[in-house]
Each structure stands twice: as C-alpha cells, then as structure tokens.
C-alpha cells in the first residue's frame, strides 16, 4: 500500500503520493509481482498468526478471512499512532457544528432530503440509525434471513480499517468497542439482504451501530451462539462506560461504507485463491491416472503465449508430472503402442492450463481490488483537517466489490467447468484408457454402480455454478428517491459468489475423492494385468512349449504374442470374469493362436505339431487357473500385500492422496461396503472448510522453484 505517515495537522497524508504515483497505476502493477503460488503461501502465512494490527493502511484479505472464521484464536490491535488523527477530524467535526458550518449529514438530512437542515446534530444521527434499521432476519431456521457471523466478523474489522485513517470524525472509543466485539467474539446480527452498497451497506451497518447505541431492537450472539440483547453484549466485551451517545457525523461514519461487501468478498476470495491452486494441482493428477502425454506442459507452449497465469499454471503442472511414476509408466506404454491411445489428450487435460491462466489472473487480479478497497477511506463527507473542510464525494459507491465479485463468479465457474469435464472423464470407460466405468472397484460390477451418483451430483453442482455465473451487476435498481440512481450491488455479488466458492468446493471435495479411486484403481490394475501375464506366461509354457511325446512344439512361438494381447487389453473391463467367452482377452489369445494355426502349414495336418489342437487344452488349463490367480493377487492387495506398490508414492501429488487415505480415514469404494460415496466426499468436504487441506495441497508444490522447466 502507499506510504503513509501523520501529518500536523492531525490527518493521515499520503507522502509524496502525486510525485511518485499520482494515478495508482505503479502500485497496482507492484502488486501482482511474483507468482501467484508465492502469493497464496504469503496468504496462509498471514492467515494464521495470532494477531491482526490494525493501522488504516495494510489490512489484507487473508487477514479479514482469519477474523472471520478464527474467531478466538486471532486477535485484532489497534495501532496507537492511529489515535491522534482520528480525534482531530472528531474534534473538527464538533468544531465546525459549533461554528454553524453546514456539513452533510451533520448539519443536512441524508440523500435525496439532503435539503432539510437541523441544529440537532446528535438527535440526527440518532434517527439515522433508526430508519436504517429497515432489515427483516425472519424468526427461526427455515426463514432465517440473518448475515453469517463470519461475514459479519469481517465487516466489522474492515470498518474500523477505515475509520482508523482520520477522515470520518469518530471517537477512537468507538473503534476500542468495535474491537472488544470482535476479541470477546461477541457478533452483532446484521441482516443477510437489503443494501445495494451505493451509499456504502447502509441497512446492515446500522445494526453494528445499533448495537453500539443500545437500541432496544439489536441483537448480538455470543461467544457460544448464545442470543444476546445490547446491555448483555457490552457486559460480555468488558465495555463498562455504556452505551455510545453518537456525536455528529459519528452515525454516518459507522454506516456509509463498503465494509460488508468488501468484507465477504475477502473472506471469498481468500478460498477462491486456494482453491485455484487446487485446480491445478488436480488438473496435473488428473493427467496422472489418466496416463496422459505431459507435453501439453511444455514451457515453450505457453510462452509463446504470453500469459502469466497460463505459464504458472503449466509450470505448475509440469512439475507435478515431471519425474512422475504414472507419467514414466505410460510413457513406456505410449512408446510400445502409439495407436493404443488418441494422439492428443482431450481438451480437458491438454488445455488445462489455457482453460486455468486466466481465471488465476481474474481471481488475483480482483484480489488486489479488494485489497485495496478494504484500505480505502470509503464514507462520506470526508474530513480533511488539513485543508479545513469537509469533501463530499462517492466513495461510498462499491463499484470495485461489484465487478471484481462478478468477475471472480465467472472465473470460479469456469474453474467448475472445467473440473467436471475431467471429472466425466474419469468414470467414462469409453475415455478413461482402462479404468472401469463409473470407477466402479468391486469384484462384481453388476452390483457396484460406484461413482454414478457422483457424477449426477457434480452435473448438478456444475449447472448451479453456471447459472451463479450470471453477473450481478447489471441489475441495478434506482434507489433513494432516484438520488442512488446507479449502485453497485457490491454485497449481493459477494454473497453469490460465497455460494460459488461454497460449491466448488463441494464439486473440488467430491471430484478429490474421485481421483483418490483412480490412483488406487491403477494400484489394481497393474497388480491384476502382473498377475494375467504371470499365469499366460505359465500356462503357455506348460501347455504350448511341447508335443505329446516331448518334442518342441510349433505353439511354442505363440507365447510373446499372447502376453502383447495382455499388455494391450485393459484388464479392468475383464477382471471380474477374465475367462469368459464374451470378454476380450480369451477372445483375442484364441485369436493369437488361430493366426499361428494358419501360419503353420502342413503341420497343422500333423496332430502332434498342430496348434489348433493346443487351444482346447490351452484355455481349459488357463480357465482352471487364472480365476484363483486372480482372486489371491486382490485378496493380496486388500490385505496391504500387493505384489506391486501403489506408484503415488513415488509422486510428488502423493500429499492429497495420503491425507485423505490416512489423515481422513477415507476408504476404496465398492458395492460390497455400506459406505456411501457421500459419506467420503463429506469428509473430504468437512477438512476442507476446517483449512486442514491447504498444507497438503502446498505439500504438493514445496519442492518447486517458481519457474517452469528450461527449454533444451
């Protein structure tokens, strides 16, 4: 932020603000520096110390996100330096009404009867309070129409941001009480609708002010969601001197600002940021299991681009697949088989990080709005001590909440899009490259429909993220006697971008299970496609390598096309049968051995060298043994003694995957357990609100230097 320091004359002034920056634009370019992910961390970082210091100038979202939702466990303090300019402009308020100054909403009624005048200073403010008190909360759960307690935590901390600058002409008693709220836990009910954040959050602020003032209607909770009347309140936050009789302009400057919209849209965006680094480190798991072609992370693809997100994201992905056990493995397969697979992977996978780079950049880019907004001085008149007057203007006007809300709805759900295109992917057979459809991991898949459900759920999520992703903003409403005649619906955008952030969530808990199946299914997999050679290899050599009288025989040459016909099937879409008629693999090793039948001349005549006289014998023998081969090899693995160890291990998104196996308890889903897949993604979905998920998903990333791969 800029630079500010005291000034004699009792306001905060910007120091050399013109010289150096006079339009702001140098900051904002200084702000978006470094890498996102570096950012993300910095917010963590921030997010969890014990203690928010709160001076007017460097409040940040993730410290707005940690009162919101750290209640006791992180205390705000009010910077004493603050001290002095917030009583001069109190104090010139009080001066100028003495002198008979004429001053909004000190002097004048408010907005569209800003024509009427009083002498009556702090019987105006009074009544100010009164008629704004106009919100309706409803009267039990079904019809609770109250703003979350988070939420409502986070407006009051960024308004005493604001009114800690020295332009607003309030008592710093009035900021101490609003702090001992917030350190007491004690939460004022503000209700959930009724601003258009155009003259600030008018109606919900003046329920913060009612409280302070003891109106008989306030209401607060306590510190265990206990309702509290205002007498109670203040007892519980040690306020011994009463209730506050509010001076002149002191009502104004509780309720004329953008502390709510911007309040939320910081606790939003903080979970907004987190979870666009989740999509891509997804993104690159994804590629994983579904052996995709790691090309698509090319540095030199995405520079030639030339946008940052889009090369972050890459290179974020890149380093999750670089030195990857899947992306090793598939590549030996890609080498082997080049037409087992389309060229090029599905847009989903391939052009992630185009799909991603630029909702990074809308996302953080509405980041440093916020941030500014949240530091900005945002009432009106504003009390400029310096110059002797009061300055009436629209800062009030929460147009950088509005859009920047918007924007970031459209940018999360295109992050939800593109999760639930990877996400049909996975549990399609058609496009999964061997996994079994729905990801279904029972012996039995007539009776385990396993993530069906899921993928009906996500559709849902996906279609309401869609319709969320509509822009507020263009249904302004002409408020206030035609007076607020253009607003920004700052607050209404930031809550339905919280229900954004809330989904996505749901489809990022729901989709991580998902992947979670796919890495263990590929464990089975190669288990189960080891066993099927290792049991073809025995049985050929015990059945194909000799006559009847124990001369070498011609089937003996059958063996290394048969274990192709092994490698190239995908031994999910057998398993549960392998022997059957009607599956692929005994279809295509008779196949095998009825084209060396034919290559064999006339010694097919001869009974004792011809080979189609080995097939009988040759599925007879593999039909015996191949079903109990098969069952030891998963009875094996479901007791932790998998001939082959799950390749997660050996990559570098093994972090999510061991804390929801071990962290969660979360399990491998199969028709053949009472687990339900909700009851998994509910974990999953719990861990994330708690915050518990952000060190594994950084996990992921702690080896990467910032920087995408050199091109060689």
Not at 65 to 71: C, L, P
Not at 471 to 498: C, F, M, W, Y
Not at 680 to 687: I, P, Q, R, W
Request: include cysteine.
């Amino acid at each position: 932020m800029d630079h500010l320091v005291n000034g004699n004359n009792g306001n905060v002034a910007v120091e050399g603000l013109c010289l150096k920056d006079p339009l702001n634009w140098g900051m904002a370019a200084e702000a978006l520096k470094g890498s996102h992910l570096d950012e993300v961390k910095r917010m963590v970082e921030e997010y969890r110390k014990p203690v928010v210091r709160l001076g007017g100038a460097s409040l940040t979202i993730a410290q707005v996100a940690a009162i919101a939702a750290r209640e006791t466990e992180v205390k705000v303090e009010l910077s004493e330096s603050a001290r002095a300019g917030v009583k001069a402009s109190s104090d010139w308020v009080m001066d100028s009404m003495n002198k008979g100054t004429d001053s909004y909403g000190v002097t004048t009624g408010f907005g569209a009867t800003s024509h009427r005048r009083t002498k009556q200073g702090g019987a105006l403010q009074k009544e100010l309070i009164r008629f704004l008190n106009s919100g309706i909360f409803g009267n039990g759960t079904e019809s609770s129409h109250t703003l979350p307690h988070s939420a409502t935590r986070a407006s009051m901390l960024v308004r005493i941001n604001t009114l800690l600058q020295g332009y607003s002409g309030i008592r710093f008693e009035i900021l101490e009480a609003i702090t001992n709220f917030l350190n007491h836990n004690i939460t004022p009910c503000l209700p959930l609708r009724g601003t258009i954040t155009a003259s600030g959050d008018l109606v919900p602020l003046s329920y913060i002010a009612g409280l302070l003032t003891g109106r008989p209607n306030s209401k607060a909770t306590g510190p265990n969601g206990e309702s509290l009347d205002a007498a109670e309140a203040f007892r519980l936050a040690g306020i011994t001197a009463g209730f506050f009789e509010l001076q002149p302009k002191e009502g104004l400057a509780l309720v004329n600002g953008t502390a709510v919209g911007s309040g939320m849209a910081s606790t939003v965006l903080f979970e907004a940021n987190i979870l666009a680094v989740f999509s891509e480190v997804l993104s690159a798991l994804f590629a994983e299991v579904m052996q995709g072609k790691p090309e698509f992370t090319d540095h030199l693809t995405h520079k030639l681009k030339h946008h940052p997100g889009q090369i972050e994201a890459a290179a974020i992905m890149e380093h999750i697949l670089t030195g990857s056990s899947y992306v090793k493995e598939a590549e030996k397969m890609h080498e082997m088989d080049p037409l087992q697979k389309p060229k090029q992977d599905r847009y989903a996978l391939r052009t992630s990080p185009q799909w991603l780079g630029p909702l990074i950049e809308v996302i953080r880019t509405s980041t440093k709005s916020i941030e500014r907004e949240i530091n900005s001085v945002n009432d009106n008149p504003l009390i400029d001590v310096s110059r002797n007057k009061a300055l009436h203007g629209g800062n009030f006007q929460g147009t950088p909440i509005g859009v920047s809300m918007d924007n970031t709805r459209l940018a999360i759900g295109s992050i939800g899009k593109l999760m639930f295109a990877q996400f049909s992917e996975l549990v399609n057979d058609f496009y999964n490259n061997g996994l079994p459809s729905n990801l279904s991991g029972s012996r039995n898949p007539s009776l385990d429909y396993g993530f069906k459900g899921a993928e009906i759920a996500m559709a849902s999520y996906c279609s309401e993220l869609q319709f969320l992703s509509n822009p507020v903003t263009n249904h302004v409403q002409s408020a206030e006697q035609h007076n607020q005649d253009v607003n920004s619906l700052g607050l209404i955008s930031s809550r339905k971008t919280a229900e954004s952030v809330e989904i996505l969530k749901l489809m990022t808990s729901t989709y991580l299970v998902a992947l979670c199946q796919a890495i263990d299914l590929r464990h089975l997999e190669e288990n189960m496609k080891t066993t099927v050679k290792n049991t073809v290899s025995q049985v050929a050599k015990k059945v194909l390598t000799m006559g009847q009288n124990g001369e070498l025989h011609p089937s003996r040459f059958c063996e290394k096309d048969l274990l192709k016909v092994v490698d190239r099937e995908y031994v999910l879409h057998y398993i549960d049968d392998p022997c059957s008629a009607t599956y692929p693999l005994m279809q295509k090793l008779r196949q095998v051995l009825v084209d060396h039948a034919l290559t064999n001349g006339e010694a097919e005549k001869n009974a004792s060298t011809s080979i189609f006289q080995k097939i009988g014998s040759f599925e007879d023998e593999l039909k015996a043994l191949l079903p109990k081969e098969v069952e030891n090899a998963r009875s094996d693995l479901e007791s932790g003694k998998a001939a082959i160890l799950n390749r997660i291990k050996d990559c570098r998104s093994y972090p999510l995957y061991k804390f929801v196996r071990e962290e969660l308890g979360g399990s491998y889903l199969t028709g053949e357990k009472v687990r339900s897949p909700g009851e998994e993604f509910d974990k999953v979905f719990t861990a994330m609100c708690e915050g518990k998920l952000i060190d594994p998903l950084l996990d992921c990333l702690k080896e990467w230097n910032g920087a995408p791969l050199p091109i060689c």
